[in-house]
């Protein structure tokens, strides 16, 4: 979708390949007859992406059809920026040949940019919807986790604490810092102040662990953050609250059903992070935030 400023992209993404460990014996070996159909890594995120753009789509059809039955004079209701939707290969087995996983399918992307154009936002969606407002099931409460629900991160360009960035190699930036800030000042508006989000499930932190198609983007020097609900060990080790089914034969959509208290709460909990993104694109088209 192209915006006033062809040459400022806003970029949604999300990862279509899908990989499977069995047990994990050894991290990284692939066990044959081992098979995932990666409902939650990834295809939460590569849905998400598809159903963005289907809304993006709509919007504009639906504004110049207003303007010509109210006979207003036509005004530009092109976004600010020009939006792009990509589904990224290869982000599994490391793809980029890097130890953060980062991707090459997103790193293909960033390494070959039109010249000219600049990333104003990178938003990465990977394995999301199991996150408030879904309640932990019994299953859950039975593995030992005692909170009431699954949180969703966002693992934002950090504003504090870049010293993972900076351990490999990347050279910040005072323009990086400044655009990190207005990243998470902007994200903690919509979530916050417009959504009513509560702070204690959803959270914009510092992103200090890469391991998805996020970490090109800011390792390149562009704002971006990843949309993350539970996930394994992702906050801490033997955080029985954080264990998905990622990355093996279980990471099916009746199990994700199962999580979430049904499909119902599956929706619902995607919903968190769809609503948020139709916010920012909503106010990219209206000019109303920055």
Request: with cysteine; glycine share 10%.
């Amino acid at each position: 979708m192209e915006g006033q400023n062809p040459d400022s992209w806003i970029v949604v993404g999300g990862h279509y390949d899908a990989i499977c460990y069995s047990q994990q014996i050894i991290i990284g070996i692939e066990y044959p007859g081992c098979t995932s159909e990666g409902a939650y890594d990834d295809a939460t995120g590569t849905a998400s992406v598809l159903e963005l753009a289907r809304l993006m789509m709509e919007w504009q059809s639906d504004l110049s059809e207003w303007q010509s039955i109210q006979g207003t004079p036509q005004i530009d209701i092109r976004p600010k920026h020009s939006w792009k939707f990509a589904v990224w290969d290869y982000e599994e087995w490391q793809g980029s040949g890097s130890p953060e996983g980062a991707g090459y399918g997103s790193e293909t992307f960033v390494t070959t940019l039109p010249e000219g154009v600049e990333i104003a936002t990178y938003i990465n969606l990977d394995m999301y919807g199991l996150n408030w407002p879904v309640e932990t099931q019994l299953a859950s409460q039975l593995s030992g986790c005692d909170e009431d629900y699954f949180h969703l991160y966002l693992f934002t360009s950090p504003v504090d604490d870049w010293s993972y960035y900076e351990d490999r190699g990347v050279n910040v930036t005072d323009e990086m810092r400044g655009q990190a800030v207005a990243l998470q000042d902007r994200l903690g508006m919509v979530l916050y102040e417009q959504l009513e989000y509560p702070t204690e499930w959803v959270m914009v932190l510092d992103d200090t662990k890469g391991n998805s198609d996020h970490y090109n983007f800011i390792s390149r020097g562009w704002p971006a953050t990843w949309f993350r609900g539970m996930h394994e060990f992702l906050q801490e080790e033997d955080d029985t609250c954080e264990q998905s089914p990622k990355h093996a034969p279980t990471d099916r959509v009746d199990v994700l059903y199962s999580l979430a208290g049904g499909r119902e709460g599956l929706e619902t909990g995607m919903h968190t992070g769809l609503d948020a993104l139709a916010l920012l694109m909503w106010f990219d088209i209206t000019g109303k935030s920055n």
